[in-house]
């Protein structure tokens, strides 16, 4: 069976070279006759893997001193309920901006934990209310969406809406958000690492690895030091930033594999030109896709609008139901595999992650092309 052309939201196609790679060195890691799943998280084989993968993460983001980066286990989701345990304090809640599902997830995690602490989590904004369900969710937000509290512990965005296919900053008129001197946290599960981001501007980001750098068990935090420093020390050591931070990410064993796993990725994208030259590449291959939509405007029909139309998830519908249903099955017919749209939204989503080849988006265009045509 030859691989197929997987443009699934996530778990996500990983980079063959870093697939190969894993297989060449699956029995015997680095000459020591086991795989580096055996091996002590202790010992210098694996802490070797583990550092890489750190400081390729600095090398391509070029993360500033002051920022500590971690892994952390639980996915995405546990983050939702870990940040703001350790961020907020009695009477000092959080901000939050919703742009679409995930956000939604992360406020609703975000008012359970604030509760817990004394502290609460108010919307500081939303583009998915009073406008319709049709209308709902199809735009980043713009400032005059947003009120922060200027004390608020922080305002929490999602950079990417996996569900909805919008994104911040694809665009200068749709900027990431100015909270002034509140730390901005960002939840970049499906759109890290596609281009370069000034880290600086962020007090904390995260991102669940399945997406975009790597298989499913690992959270990259990106956090400032002085946040970690500052946060609460009543809750459980597990749930404190400030664990990892002054462990290496080594206080209890890691996902070893997980991890390993991302070293592969990043080592693959280092060597494609960094971020700069994954950008181009992202751009080009949703370019080309949105392209089609636009070109058969009668078939194909994009919600998102133009300026926040994401390069990670495009999500778009055809004229009835029936015609979605037989397009994924075509398309699966041919190897290109991933394609129905979130259960909640229904539609067609192609995942364009950094491993998706640009070869892949012009098989996959040619064939909407010819769809089309055939009404
Ligand atoms: C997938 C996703 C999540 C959830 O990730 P888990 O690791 O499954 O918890 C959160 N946020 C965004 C933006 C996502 O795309």
């Not at 210098?44 to 971690?70: C, I, M, S, T, W």
């Not at 005059?144 to 694809?170: C, K, M, R, W």
Request: hydrophobic residues 40%; aromatic residues 8%.
């Amino acid at each position: 069976m030859p691989r197929v052309k997987n443009f699934n939201a996530g778990p996500a196609a990983l980079p063959l070279p870093a697939l190969e790679r894993a297989r060449d060195e699956f029995l015997d890691f680095a000459g020591s006759g086991m795989s580096v799943m055996e091996h002590s998280h202790r010992g210098k084989e694996y802490e070797a893997v583990h550092d890489e993968a750190l400081a390729l993460l600095r090398e391509l983001l070029g993360v500033p001193d002051a920022y500590d980066v971690l892994f952390v286990q639980g996915g995405a989701s546990q983050l939702f309920a870990q940040i703001p345990m350790n961020l907020v304090e009695k009477g000092r809640g959080a901000d939050y901006l919703v742009t679409g599902a995930w956000g939604e997830k992360a406020f609703s995690e975000a008012k359970a934990a604030t509760a817990m602490l004394g502290a609460s989590a108010r919307l500081a904004g939303t583009t998915g209310e009073g406008e319709g369900k049709e209308k709902r969710y199809v735009r980043a937000a713009t400032a005059a969406d947003l009120q922060v509290s200027p004390d608020a512990a922080y305002l929490h965005l999602t950079s990417n809406e996996t569900i909805h296919g919008v994104q911040f900053a694809v665009d200068p008129a749709r900027p990431f958000p100015d909270a002034g001197k509140v730390p901005l946290v960002a939840d970049m599960s499906s759109d890290f690492l596609w281009k370069p981001v000034d880290v600086s501007r962020f007090g904390l980001i995260y991102a669940g690895a399945q997406k975009n750098i790597g298989p499913s068990g690992v959270v990259v935090v990106i956090v400032r030091k002085d946040l970690v420093a500052a946060g609460r020390k009543d809750i459980p050591k597990i749930f404190q930033l400030r664990t990892p931070a002054e462990n290496k990410s080594l206080y209890n064993t890691p996902p070893t594999f997980g991890i390993y796993m991302i070293r592969n990725v990043l080592a693959w994208l280092k060597g494609l030109g960094g971020l700069g030259a994954m950008e181009q590449r992202n751009r080009a291959k949703a370019g080309k896709l949105y392209g089609v939509i636009d070109a058969n405007p009668g078939f194909y029909r994009c919600p998102v609008e133009r300026e926040s139309r994401s390069v990670m998830n495009v999500v778009f519908r055809l004229p009835a139901e029936a015609d979605e249903e037989r397009f994924v099955k075509e398309a699966k017919a041919k190897g290109m595999v991933g394609l129905k749209g979130h259960r909640s939204v229904g539609g067609i989503r192609v995942s364009t992650y950094n491993a998706v080849e640009p070869a892949w988006l012009d098989e996959l265009c040619a064939f909407m092309q010819d769809f089309a045509k055939r009404g």
